[in-house]
T-cell receptor, first 113, second 113 residues
Framework: KAGVTQTPRYLIKTRGQQVTLSCSPI?????VSWYQQTPGQGLQFLFE???????NKGNFPGRFSGRQFSNSRSEMNVSTLELGDSALYLC????????????FGPGTRLTVL | GESVGLHLPTLSVQEGDNSIINCAYS??????FIWYKQESGKGPQFIID?????DKRQGQRVTVLLNKTVKHLSLQIAATQPGDSAVYFC????????????FGTGTRLKVLA
């Protein structure tokens, strides 16, 4: 069974631009969560989508948004990029009924110049 | 964001010895925990999990211990190998049937040949 995939793997943007990252969960999983990982703050929860609905949200500004499609694939968008948005963005997949296991993709390394 | 994530503690262990990595979790209502291993440039890899109704769970070369009284988790790795060198994170699920995990700061494990 294929794991969680994320595209692109690496991205370089400049301040003020926007970016869209994509995540395809494990087949059959309906929940997709997004995390930001930085050396200074560690792994921080951004939001979780389940069946196309945002179910949980972390403490990030409104510039960070996401969505989930009917096939469970998810995208996250960051608008008006700031230097501090440089990070590894991780997507995690969960969702077999009654199971809380969460599996991560390889991440997208975003660099904002 | 809501997490911690400052200086990363390091554990150095001789190859072949046992490793014990500790984690203090924050929420007494958390009912499910995961240990992850993250190698450089990769996403976190699921190692082992444990539910709050258990004190101990064993996997292949790994054992997780849970002490709910003091809100403490530990990961024991038997016969540590060079391939075990990585950063290890614990993650807690605060319950409520969601996937909004809270991650510890992580511990870097260095295996000495």
């Amino acid at each position: 069974k294929a794991g969680v995939t994320q595209t692109p793997r690496y991205l370089i943007k400049t301040r003020g631009q926007q970016v869209t990252l994509s995540c395809s969960p494990i087949s059959g999983h309906r929940s997709v969560s997004w995390y930001q990982q930085t050396p200074g703050q560690g792994l921080q929860f951004l939001f979780e989508y389940f069946s196309e609905t945002q179910r949980n949200k972390g403490n990030f500004p409104g510039r960070f948004s996401g969505r989930q499609f009917s096939n469970s694939r998810s995208e996250m968008n960051v608008s008006t990029l700031e230097l501090g948005d440089s990070a590894l963005y991780l997507c995690a997949s969960s969702g077999l009924a009654g199971m809380y296991e969460q599996f991560f993709g390889p991440g997208t390394r975003l660099t904002v110049l | 964001g809501e997490s911690v994530g400052l200086h990363l503690p390091t554990l150095s262990v001789q190859e072949g010895d046992n490793s014990i990595i500790n984690c203090a979790y924050s929420n007494s209502a958390s009912d499910y925990f995961i240990w992850y291993k993250q190698e450089s440039g990769k996403g976190p890899q699921f190692i082992i999990d444990i539910r709050s109704n258990m004190d101990k769970r064993q996997g292949q070369r790994v054992t997780v211990l849970l002490n709910k009284t003091v809100k403490h988790l530990s990961l024991q790795i038997a016969a540590t190998q060079p391939g075990d060198s990585a950063v290890y994170f614990c993650a807690e699920n605060p319950g409520s049937g969601t996937y909004k995990y809270i991650f510890g700061t992580g511990t870097r494990l260095k295996v000495l040949a």
